[in-house]
Each structure stands twice: as structure tokens, then as C-alpha cells.
């Protein structure tokens, strides 16, 4: 029972110096809720830093604006220029090229048929597309059901026929 009277004695020694540092502490900063007194010299104010330090030089600040614009004008100026004295299309000057003559000429008429492809979609191809339509606008509204997977089947016979059918 004695080292229990001691410890507990020994703690409250070491709680009272953390409180009476806390305190000095306290004494010594101030309190930061509480306006400080006239009196009191408040914390140490830092030096301003210096007004080259707080300004980073940009890459453009070297000139004036008027110069910059300045060189911007004179570059458009040269690329028009540039633009207009070089030749156009293949090298050569459309005013330099000679002018062309146009004879008419007769085609006598032919004695050959003219050949007249028609062109004939197989009903399978047709029926396989209006079912890939069917299945576009099932996927799109959201529908995924039996619904869905009828068409699907239905496509995939009829496009397997418009293949056998359209195949030479």
C-alpha cells in the first residue's frame, strides 16, 4: 500500500509541474483569445520581404507590349507576303500557262449494246436488316427480354441465309 500512496504521490508532483509549465507558457505568449495589453510587446513581427524577391520577372517582361505587338504585325506581314509571291499549285503560274484550243470533234454512233446492270437484293438480306433494325431499337429503349432474344435468333437465321443467297 505504500508504493501505491508514493506513485499516486509522484504523479501528482508531475501533474503540477506540467500545469505550472503550461501556465509560464501561457504567461510568456499571451492569450490568442483575449486582446493583448497595450503594454506587452506582442509576438516578433517578421521583416517584409523585398519587392524584387516578391515579383518573379516573366519571359515577356523583358520588352514592352508595344514591342511584342509590334512583332507580331511584322511576322503577318511577311507571311502574306510570303503567301502571295510564291507560285500557286504545281510550280507554275496560271497567268504563264499558253490557253488551250478546243476543236469539236463527232463521235460517230456505236453499233454496241449498252449493258444495263440491275441490281436485286435477296428477300433474306432485306428480312435480315428490318430484324437488325428490330434489335437496334430494342437496345436502345432499354429492352433487353425474351423479346430480344427471339429477334436475335431471327437475325442471326435470316443473315445466315442472305449469306448462303447472296454467295456466288
Do not use: H, Y
Not at 81 to 97: M, N, S, T, V
Not at 105 to 110: G, Y
Not at 126 to 148: F, H, M, T, W
Request: charged letters at 25%.
Amino acid at each position: 500500500m505504500a508504493t501505491d500512496r508514493d506513485e499516486q504521490r509522484r504523479q501528482q508532483q508531475e501533474l503540477e509541474e506540467i500545469r505550472r509549465s503550461f501556465a509560464e507558457m501561457g504567461a510568456r505568449m499571451g492569450s490568442l483569445f483575449e486582446p493583448a495589453d497595450a503594454d506587452e510587446p506582442g509576438p516578433p513581427q517578421l521583416p517584409a520581404p523585398p519587392a524584387s524577391a516578391a515579383r518573379r520577372p516573366s519571359a515577356f517582361q523583358g520588352r514592352p507590349r508595344w514591342w511584342w505587338a509590334g512583332a507580331l504585325a511584322l511576322l503577318f506581314v511577311a507571311g502574306t507576303a510570303f503567301g502571295w509571291i510564291l507560285p500557286k499549285g504545281g510550280g507554275e503560274r496560271p497567268e504563264a500557262a499558253p490557253p488551250q484550243t478546243t476543236t469539236a470533234t463527232t463521235v460517230a454512233p456505236s453499233t454496241t449494246l449498252a449493258v444495263r446492270t440491275v441490281v436485286s437484293v435477296p428477300e433474306e438480306c432485306v428480312d435480315a436488316a428490318e430484324l437488325a433494325d428490330e434489335i437496334i431499337s430494342k437496345l436502345n429503349r432499354n429492352q433487353r427480354d425474351n423479346a430480344l432474344a427471339l429477334a436475335l435468333r431471327d437475325w442471326s437465321v435470316a443473315n445466315q441465309a442472305c449469306r448462303r443467297e447472296a454467295s456466288p
